[in-house]
């Protein structure tokens, strides 16, 4: 089955600066890759998304990079602000089978 | 609904006993995903329903766990006879269809057994 490993598992950087987390997958049947924010106390939220038939998505200050060769993506977060502090999750799906997640990225943005 | 909505948000249980955690996912989502989430962990995967009927059983830790959906809607999680390992955070999450479509998380139920 699937197994998606996500690095790192820690992260702190100064407000105004980016965010890079990776995330790598296993099965190269695997089609759909979004990313998902987890504040305290809440639920995970998606917040962006890619398809294997796109390289790269942006949302504003958000963005993924997907390389079916290597099997990896990335979420890139530019001019970070405090409220983007939060645990963010990689996850990974093959056909219409269940969301496989990593183990989680906690974000701390510093003002 | 809204959103997905989960119930109770907490539970503290003896050893031993048995729970029900219940889902009641967006109306008109025909997909139903129940997750757990253990301290600092990763979320992993439970069981999840199409409808009424549940096409992947393969992560339920064990038979103490189980599940059913009635009328397409709400869901509920029993834990039997309870142990301390079952301690965790289950998150339910629903989505129109199966498929490469974002699902919508509840808030969880954070179950503790003492």
């Known amino acids: 089955g699937e197994n998606v490993e996500q690095h790192p598992s820690t992260l702190s950087v100064q407000e105004g600066d980016s965010a890079v987390i990776k995330c790598t997958y296993s099965?190269?049947?695997?089609?759909?890759f979004p990313w998902y924010k987890q504040e305290l106390g809440k639920g995970p939220q998606l917040i962006i998304d890619i398809r294997s038939n796109v390289g790269e998505k942006k949302d504003q200050r958000i963005a993924v990079t997907l390389n079916k060769t290597a099997k990896h993506f990335s979420l890139h977060i530019t001019e970070t602000q405090p409220e983007d502090s939060a645990v963010y999750f990689c996850a990974a799906m093959t056909g219409n089978t269940p969301l496989v997640f990593g183990k989680g990225t906690r974000l701390s943005v510093i003002a | 609904g809204a959103g997905v909505s989960q119930s109770p948000s907490n539970k503290v249980t003896e050893k031993g006993k048995d729970v029900e955690l219940r889902c009641d996912p967006i109306?008109?989502?025909?997909?139903l995903y129940w997750y757990r989430q253990s301290l600092g962990q990763g979320l992993e995967f439970l069981i999840y329903?199409?409808?009424?009927?549940?096409?992947?059983k393969s992560g339920l830790p064990s038979d103490r766990f189980s599940a059913e959906r009635t009328g397409g809607s709400v869901s509920t999680l029993t834990i039997q006879r309870t142990q301390q390992e079952d301690s965790a955070v289950y998150l339910c999450?629903?989505?129109?269809?199966?498929?490469?479509?974002?699902?919508?998380f509840g808030s969880g139920t954070r179950l503790t057994v003492v």
């Open positions: 099965d190269s049947a695997s089609n759909y």
């Open positions: 329903f199409q409808g009424n009927s549940a096409p992947d």
């Open positions: 109306s008109g989502h025909t997909a």
């Open positions: 999450a629903s989505s129109q269809v199966p498929g490469p479509y974002g699902y919508t």
